[in-house]
């Protein structure tokens, strides 16, 4: 069955939020002329799927009645012809597993990219139309000749189709962090074209040459390690000129043997460069193939895939990284804003800060949640904002309706962060920092290992720097009275296992001085 180009593809698009759905339709009528239709939730969704013909669903994960997952298990079970793309926020590996594992077809990631969601959408497309094809090609096997011819040619579409899954999981896993993104590059050009080596090379804005980024395959001391400018190589040439080049058998292309880095012992080569609007970023190389034989157009063309792909997932984590800079910038000096209003809270984030990640790092907390721990752990104050001056600086004891009022900035701090697209645990270590183990805190009263990990350093941290800081309505507490009370509070308001942790630190009083001065020269 042959689809046609020119047929109207009908999209459902699904989320809570009226516009993310708009600026969706919008970008969607831009280069595809498909009927959009609209559903709040999974709930609306799935009705619409049981009266219309939908050809691609997009749906968000977070969603009141019925969430994306659970939309997504309904679509496997009751439409599974119908392709499905995730939006999400913060593509992190549990997300995109579980996602994946679920039936979804691909992602799209905030904020919204004109390209990427053109490319999402096209490869959307074309897989509804395969499985369309694919269904009605199983109803028209009827001669032997004939089932031997489209088996061959199913497989090596479903191996082409497989590959691209694979490429697009395994990169948005890694989005967040360059030097994985950059071996996970170099891993996915070995995989998908079966090469003995491989490298990943950027152009360097600056002296105009391509510096090698991540390789696998070539010995450690190589000299693939070396830059090369424009035009020295293969590699250079095909960033100089900005298409691909494919060298099926490299002893026939004789203008190439003196030029590096071809080895003597190359037989086959395939270089692709990876483009951003139009500028060529760098070049992804691929060195023979494993089994002897050379490149052919089909590895050419899931290689492009790849750095096509990888190249979008280059230009998002740059975005990422200017966007999370800024917001965090701008988050830290709305703390220190609120810090200033008391002189005796001056740099109280900052040291809970250091004391948290200390602590974590004893504990072998991962490196993914130490960076959590430090963004967050700047902020869990930042409710402080909504409460009043009256009763922040209140020298004397706070009576029960000014305690209740300081009981919410928990609750005022996650409010102001929510739509910042902060990770979970990021948005939790705000919110649950005053819980305690016996469940006697605020603002939610969980106990025990209800409470996040995290947010139980945190609690730990804060309460140390409260106790051994000046505040209007009391002097500071000596080291030792500060640590007699966390023992004593250990199994009642803190985790005994943390307080163990924090214990189990060196020279704290050294360690204490060596963050004020820190704070205080820098």
């Given at each position: 069955m042959m689809v046609s180009e020119n047929k109207t593809h009908v999209i459902l698009l699904v989320d809570d939020e009226v516009l993310v759905r708009s600026t969706l339709r919008s970008?969607?009528?831009?280069?595809?002329?498909?009927?959009?239709?609209e559903a709040e939730d999974g709930v609306f969704a799935r009705d619409i799927l049981e009266q219309k013909d939908v050809d691609i669903v997009i749906t968000d994960l977070h969603m009141p009645r019925m969430g994306g997952l659970e939309l997504l298990r309904t679509i496997r079970e009751s439409h599974p012809l119908i392709p499905v793309a995730v939006v999400t926020g913060f593509p992190t590996l549990d997300v995109a597993v579980e996602a994946m594992k679920t039936g979804a077809s691909d992602f799209i990631v905030k904020p919204f990219k004109i390209k990427q969601i053109e490319l999402v959408v096209q490869k959307l497309i074309k897989d509804r139309d395969l499985l369309l094809e694919n269904a009605q090609l199983n109803r028209e096997l009827e001669h032997k000749e004939e089932i031997e011819r489209l088996n061959r040619l199913l497989k090596k579409k479903v191996k082409d189709l497989t590959v691209l899954y694979k490429v697009g999981e395994a990169l948005n896993e890694s989005a967040l962090n360059r030097e994985t993104l950059f071996n996970q590059i170099v891993e996915l050009c070995l995989e998908v074209t079966e090469a003995k080596r491989a490298s990943l090379m950027l152009m360097n804005p600056e002296n105009k040459k391509l510096e090698i980024k991540a390789f696998r395959g070539y010995p450690l001391d190589s000299d693939k390690k070396r830059s090369l400018r424009l035009g020295e190589g293969i590699a250079a040439k095909v960033a100089k000129e900005g298409r691909p080049l494919l060298i099926k058998d490299i002893r026939q292309w004789q203008a190439f043997l003196e030029m590096p880095p071809v080895s003597a012992d190359t037989r086959s080569f395939l270089s692709v460069p990876l483009l951003i609007k139009g500028e060529v970023l760098g070049v992804l190389n691929a060195v023979d193939k494993t089994?002897?034989?050379?490149?052919?157009?089909?590895?050419?063309?899931?290689l492009s895939a790849v750095v096509q792909r990888a190249a979008l997932c280059l230009e998002n984590l740059a975005l990422y990284e200017s966007v999370y800079n800024n917001l965090a910038d701008?988050?830290?000096?709305?703390?220190?804003?609120?810090?200033?209003?008391?002189?005796?809270?001056?740099?109280?984030?900052?040291?809970?800060?250091?004391?948290?990640?200390?602590?974590?790092?004893?504990?072998?907390?991962?490196?993914?949640?130490?960076e959590i721990i430090q963004f967050a752990g700047y902020l869990h104050d930042i409710g402080k904002i909504g409460i009043p001056d009256s009763i922040l600086m209140k020298p004397g004891t706070l009576n029960a309706e000014e305690y209740e009022i300081i009981k919410t900035h928990?609750?005022?701090?996650?409010?102001?962060?929510k739509h910042l697209n902060l990770l979970p645990k990021e948005k939790t270590l705000i919110r649950h920092h005053h819980e305690r183990w016996d469940g006697k805190g605020y603002p939610d009263r969980l106990a025990g290992e209800e409470i996040q990990f995290l947010a139980r350093i945190l609690a730990v941290a804060d309460s140390f720097d409260a106790m051994t800081s000046d505040r209007v309505y009391r002097k500071a507490r000596v080291m030792e009275d500060a640590l007699c009370e966390l023992?004593?509070?250990?199994?009642?308001?803190?985790?005994?296992?943390?307080?163990?942790?924090?214990?189990?630190?060196?020279?704290?009083?050294?360690r204490d001085q060596l963050f004020k001065k820190q704070i205080l020269s820098s």
């Amino acid at each position: 069955m042959m689809v046609s180009e020119n047929k109207t593809h009908v999209i459902l698009l699904v989320d809570d939020e009226v516009l993310v759905r708009s600026t969706l339709r919008s970008i969607l009528l831009r280069f595809n002329s498909s009927q959009i239709i609209e559903a709040e939730d999974g709930v609306f969704a799935r009705d619409i799927l049981e009266q219309k013909d939908v050809d691609i669903v997009i749906t968000d994960l977070h969603m009141p009645r019925m969430g994306g997952l659970e939309l997504l298990r309904t679509i496997r079970e009751s439409h599974p012809l119908i392709p499905v793309a995730v939006v999400t926020g913060f593509p992190t590996l549990d997300v995109a597993v579980e996602a994946m594992k679920t039936g979804a077809s691909d992602f799209i990631v905030k904020p919204f990219k004109i390209k990427q969601i053109e490319l999402v959408v096209q490869k959307l497309i074309k897989d509804r139309d395969l499985l369309l094809e694919n269904a009605q090609l199983n109803r028209e096997l009827e001669h032997k000749e004939e089932i031997e011819r489209l088996n061959r040619l199913l497989k090596k579409k479903v191996k082409d189709l497989t590959v691209l899954y694979k490429v697009g999981e395994a990169l948005n896993e890694s989005a967040l962090n360059r030097e994985t993104l950059f071996n996970q590059i170099v891993e996915l050009c070995l995989e998908v074209t079966e090469a003995k080596r491989a490298s990943l090379m950027l152009m360097n804005p600056e002296n105009k040459k391509l510096e090698i980024k991540a390789f696998r395959g070539y010995p450690l001391d190589s000299d693939k390690k070396r830059s090369l400018r424009l035009g020295e190589g293969i590699a250079a040439k095909v960033a100089k000129e900005g298409r691909p080049l494919l060298i099926k058998d490299i002893r026939q292309w004789q203008a190439f043997l003196e030029m590096p880095p071809v080895s003597a012992d190359t037989r086959s080569f395939l270089s692709v460069p990876l483009l951003i609007k139009g500028e060529v970023l760098g070049v992804l190389n691929a060195v023979d193939k494993t089994n002897g034989k050379g490149f052919s157009n089909d590895d050419m063309k899931l290689l492009s895939a790849v750095v096509q792909r990888a190249a979008l997932c280059l230009e998002n984590l740059a975005l990422y990284e200017s966007v999370y800079n800024n917001l965090a910038d701008t988050l830290r000096s709305l703390v220190s804003t609120i810090e200033a209003r008391d002189p005796n809270t001056k740099h109280h984030s900052h040291r809970v800060t250091q004391w948290s990640v200390e602590m974590a790092r004893i504990l072998s907390v991962d490196t993914e949640d130490i960076e959590i721990i430090q963004f967050a752990g700047y902020l869990h104050d930042i409710g402080k904002i909504g409460i009043p001056d009256s009763i922040l600086m209140k020298p004397g004891t706070l009576n029960a309706e000014e305690y209740e009022i300081i009981k919410t900035h928990p609750a005022i701090g996650e409010n102001i962060v929510k739509h910042l697209n902060l990770l979970p645990k990021e948005k939790t270590l705000i919110r649950h920092h005053h819980e305690r183990w016996d469940g006697k805190g605020y603002p939610d009263r969980l106990a025990g290992e209800e409470i996040q990990f995290l947010a139980r350093i945190l609690a730990v941290a804060d309460s140390f720097d409260a106790m051994t800081s000046d505040r209007v309505y009391r002097k500071a507490r000596v080291m030792e009275d500060a640590l007699c009370e966390l023992k004593q509070c250990a199994g009642s308001q803190f985790d005994p296992f943390i307080v163990d942790a924090f214990l189990s630190l060196q020279a704290l009083d050294n360690r204490d001085q060596l963050f004020k001065k820190q704070i205080l020269s820098s």
